[in-house]
């Protein structure tokens, strides 16, 4: 069961990795439009002949690429969050597995060793019983 709680852990982390790396490319597609974006907005103050409306209107593009940009940040960060939280838990999945494999490791020990007196308790007597048989 602990090993299966390990493999879920696994599971959760490496989607969260995923999307990890998902919000990493999406951010920087959304730096690549928000360059681009001001790049347009430098050119079109440049030509000497820009209506107003058309100045506004590449502003509240070049706010709203900002705005996207500002959101794709944030999910950035929560994913940096959700990834440290699978990590934590597939951690804390690995050592309770250990400690279960270090206990069972122990009881087989302890269950050798115990096997092995009753085995050599029998072996005595045996000897003992042929000692016994060959002096008489």
Do not use: C, W, Y
């Amino acid at each position: 069961m602990r090993e299966r709680k390990e493999k879920l852990a696994q599971g959760a982390l490496a989607q969260a990795l995923s999307r990890r790396s998902s919000s990493v490319a999406e951010l920087r597609s959304a730096d690549a439009s928000l360059e681009h974006a001001r790049e347009e907005q430098r050119i079109a103050g440049e030509r000497p002949m820009v209506s107003s409306t058309d100045l506004l209107a590449r502003q509240a593009f070049l706010e709203r690429v900002e705005a996207q940009r500002r959101l794709r940040a944030r999910e950035l960060e929560q994913r940096e969050l959700e990834v440290a939280d699978r990590d934590a838990e597939l951690a804390t999945a690995a050592s309770e597995h250990e400690m279960l494999n270090r206990l069972r490791e122990r009881h087989r020990g302890e269950h050798v060793r115990e096997a092995d007196r009753r085995e050599q308790g029998v072996l005595d007597e045996i000897a003992a019983t042929r000692f016994r048989r060959s002096t008489a």
